[in-house]
């Protein structure tokens, strides 16, 4: 029991310091994605140093639910990629220690770290994201710092344009000065140009104060229009011109209150009571809108008609009366009148339910992106241990620890996670899809793949080997290896030249014996190849001989006959055969035609191929035969 607690510690103790660091290594990533995407925002408005600690430490809040399961897929890559390589992971299962044992400690913290990205999501999150939002709106609204460029026009300051040929950095002195004040309008402008000039900002950070030297100023003295060819201005020579322009630099703090309404500013229980309200506002507008639709036509006659007048009038049919002839024989005041009424009351119609569809459209586009929020803070949070369940068997399977291996492959498998979830959401939030089959859908796809990694490292499966994967495409293309024997530094036992010629001659007895019992140069009989029900294994007999004879003869000393014994190839012992050893799998794939002319075929290539190769076994067998007659008669 006590080997099991230290070994719990230490397995803890390796996942634990390596997710701290993923963590914060992702948490600054994606604070660095955030803050590129929202920097427009921040540069050359002259905010403070404490608006900008907010600002990065609200978004780390609210980044800390996504970067939590990136941080436990990598840690886990990488803690039990050290542990496959540094063998401790064998060290364990050796020791009678199953992964899922191993697993055990992690899984009961990472457990605890889903609580604690719920806990953000639900407490935390709602309240860093309404102080984040309300932060941004309010940096978006500050006026930027008066910074004019040299060369170029600035146009920041309202109703004003600027130029400045050449700025001085040291003295602050302007240079070359161009003003358009545009306050009256384009056509209105008045025209300053000083030959230099600086600009101070006011201590209540209100208002410019705009000094300039050695200039003129013109101006309409009245407002010009179109129609006018002469306008009389009034131009105006200065040494020295003060003036004062409102600019407000200063930063105000939006009222929180805008983010009331948005759904990410919400826990889960106001969300549910917000969905709540809002399906049953939906439902009620939708009902009145029916009954309304349903009711408007009939209204205003239904109160002037009869009971009996208004079954007439339900019963009626245009087609039978003449409405064109009705309409010609009226006059052209009262055809004016009647399509002006028609068109008043379609247009009325038209905006109407046009309003009508888009209140309908925006409570429930509201009311899916509530719904998102709500599903959301519980898939992001199982992401974790799913994470997990995905990292720590590749870990073990891959084998590789460090930096390398592990980050490509978490990076793969988290954009395979982001790309599945963002699309369900998108078709979640548009009403594509039904909202909690959209947001789960990442969820239902990931959560088998990680049992099914979890199953096959725990029983030590090749599911990640490329060699297996490679060797099985060889096998179904009929690619073969080549033998490469070199000689042997040490050699126990030598092969016994005395019998070796007989076992060879009879292999090469059964080998012609089986190329014509077989026919193998023939095509097979069609019908025969699937119904046959017996399944031989005569070849697999002949390659365990041939291979038992390879392996006594590569211990010699000879460099001749090496080089021979790398002629025998290397036999497919069941392509030449039916695709299955089950009887009925073989019938229902001769019965299904295309099938079965594909197996047919490749059948009969292997057939030919087999033959070729029994031919070149018997060739180098008397090849073989003479080297060691050659070897006995020179001792």
């Known amino acids: 029991m006590l080997r099991v607690k230290k070994l719990d510690i230490f397995i803890l103790k390796s996942f634990c310091l390596l997710f701290m660091g993923t963590f914060f290594i992702c948490l600054f990533i994606f604070m660095m994605q955030f803050l590129w995407k929202y920097v427009d925002e921040m540069v050359g408005k002259g905010l403070e140093m404490e608006i900008l600690a907010q600002f990065f430490f609200y978004s780390a809040l609210t980044l800390v639910p996504l970067s939590l399961p990136l941080?436990?897929?990598?840690?886990?890559?990488?803690?039990?990629?050290n542990f496959g390589e540094r063998f401790e992971l064998?060290?364990?299962?050796?020791?009678?220690?199953?992964?899922?044992?191993?697993?055990?400690?992690?899984i009961i913290f990472i457990s605890f770290i889903c609580c604690v990205s719920f806990f953000f999501q639900n407490v935390i999150g709602p309240k860093a994201q309404t102080k984040l939002w309300t932060l941004l709106i309010s940096m978006r609204e500050k006026s930027p710092e008066v910074d004019i460029p040299e060369g170029a026009f600035y146009d920041e300051i309202k109703g004003y344009n600027l130029y400045v040929k050449h700025k001085d950095r040291k003295t602050g002195?302007?240079?070359?000065?161009?003003?358009?004040?545009?306050?009256?309008?384009?056509?209105?402008?008045?025209i300053i140009k000083a030959d230099s000039g600086r600009l101070e900002m006011t201590a209540d950070k209100q208002h410019i104060y705009l000094h300039l030297y050695s200039g003129e100023q013109f101006?309409?003295?009245?407002?010009?229009?179109?129609?006018?060819?002469?306008?009389?201005?009034?131009?105006?020579?200065?040494?020295?011109?003060?003036?004062?322009?409102?600019?407000?630099?200063?930063?105000?703090?939006?009222?929180?209150?805008i983010m009331s309404s948005q759904s990410n500013s919400k826990n889960m229980r106001t969300l549910q009571a917000d969905i709540d309200s809002m399906t049953l506002r939906t439902d009620s507008i939708g009902r009145k809108y029916y009954k309304d639709a349903m009711d408007g036509p009939y209204r205003l006659l239904s109160s002037r008609l009869t009971k009996a007048d208004t079954l007439k009038l339900e019963k009626a049919n245009v087609a039978l009366y003449d409405v064109d002839s009705l309409y010609n024989a009226s006059t052209l005041s009262q055809k004016q009148k009647i399509i002006s009424t028609a068109l008043n009351r379609t247009e009325s119609a038209g905006s109407d339910w046009s309003f009508k569809s888009f209140n309908i459209l925006q409570t429930e586009a509201s009311l899916r992106r509530h719904m998102t929020a709500w599903h959301e803070k519980l898939t992001l949070s199982l992401a974790c241990l799913?994470?997990?369940?995905?990292?720590?068997?590749?870990?073990?399977?891959?084998?590789?620890?460090g930096l390398g291996m592990p980050v490509v492959v978490s990076i793969l498998i988290f954009i395979v996670y982001y790309i599945i979830n963002n699309t369900g959401y998108k078709m979640a939030r548009d009403g594509k899809w039904i909202v909690w089959m959209g947001m789960w859908t990442s969820t239902a796809i990931l959560a088998p793949l990680g049992a099914f990694l979890t199953y096959k490292?725990?029983?030590d499966s090749v599911v990640l080997n490329a060699d297996a994967y490679i060797n099985w495409l060889k096998k179904v293309a009929g690619i073969r290896s080549v033998r490469h024997i070199f000689r042997k530094e040490v050699i126990i036992d030598d092969p016994d030249y005395d019998r070796l010629p007989a076992d060879l001659q009879s292999l090469s007895v059964d080998c012609r014996a089986y190329m014509e019992q077989h026919k193998l140069k023939r095509a097979p009989n069609y019908f025969k190849l699937w119904m046959q029900a017996d399944h031989k294994d005569d070849m697999a007999s002949l390659n365990a001989r041939l291979e038992a004879l390879v392996d006594e003869m590569s211990n010699t000393k000879s460099v001749q006959l090496l080089s021979v014994l790398n002629n025998y190839p290397i036999l497919s012992t069941s392509a030449h055969e039916r695709p299955f050893k089950q009887y009925w799998l073989n019938v229902v794939c001769g019965v299904l035609l295309p099938v079965g002319l594909f197996f047919y075929i490749r059948i009969w290539l292997f057939r030919l191929r087999l033959y070729k190769d029994l031919e070149k076994i018997i060739e180098t067998n008397g090849n073989v035969v003479a080297i060691i007659d050659n070897m006995r008669n020179n001792k």
């Not at 941080?71 to 990629?81: D, E, H, M, P, S």
């Not at 299962?93 to 899922?100: V, Y």
């Open 71 to 81: 941080a436990v897929l990598l840690a886990a890559l990488i803690t039990f990629g």
């Open 90 to 106: 064998l060290a364990m299962k050796a020791a009678g220690i199953s992964l899922l044992k191993i697993m055990r400690p992690l």
């Open 173 to 190: 002195m302007l240079y070359d000065v161009l003003i358009y004040n545009f306050e009256k309008g384009f056509e209105n402008a008045q």
């Open 219 to 257: 101006e309409n003295l009245k407002e010009q229009n179109m129609n006018q060819r002469n306008v009389p201005y009034r131009r105006e020579t200065f040494r020295e011109k003060h003036a004062i322009i409102a600019f407000n630099s200063d930063f105000n703090m939006a009222d929180e209150g």
């Open 386 to 401: 799913i994470f997990f369940f995905i990292g720590a068997p590749l870990g073990g399977i891959i084998r590789k620890g």
């Open 457 to 459: 490292s725990n029983k």
